[in-house]
């Protein structure tokens, strides 16, 4: 019985499949969710008097802050850019949703935002 020969893959620099790598994770962590960021402090995270722990959220105006080790990043608030033409977009205030033409109470699932 005669083995099979396995072809052989071509196997990518160390550097592309790091690069790779990198840009699958990007793209998963914001397939979630898109946001810009739009500044970042170091230091304590402190907001309105209140001390805020690594890994917690909260609100600035109408951005979203995370807490981490050392200070806080904030996000602002994102722009739907495509949609089903069954949908529209309407502001918020502190943002935009998508909503159906025929039913604005019940929202529409964008296809890409940006922030």
């Known amino acids: ?17 790091q690069w ?13 969710f898109t946001q810009a960021a739009i500044y970042h402090y170091k ?9 805020i722990l690594p890994g917690q959220t909260f609100f600035k ?16 608030p994102q722009k739907p850019t495509s949609w089903p033409e069954k949908c529209k977009r309407i502001a ?4 935009y949703t998508v909503v ?5 109470e019940v929202e529409c699932r964008a296809y890409s935002w940006i922030g």
């Open 43 to 51: 230091g304590a995270c402190v907001h309105t008097d209140e001390v």
């Open 100 to 104: 159906y033409r025929e039913n604005p």
């Open 61 to 76: 105006g109408c951005h979203r802050c995370y807490c981490h080790d050392t200070g806080f990043v904030c996000f602002s």
């Open 92 to 95: 918020t205030e502190c943002g």
């Open 1 to 17: 019985m005669a083995c099979a020969r396995a072809k052989s893959v071509p196997v990518p620099s160390s550097w592309a499949l």
């Open 20 to 32: 790779a790598i990198c840009l699958s994770l990007n793209l998963l962590w914001t397939s979630s």
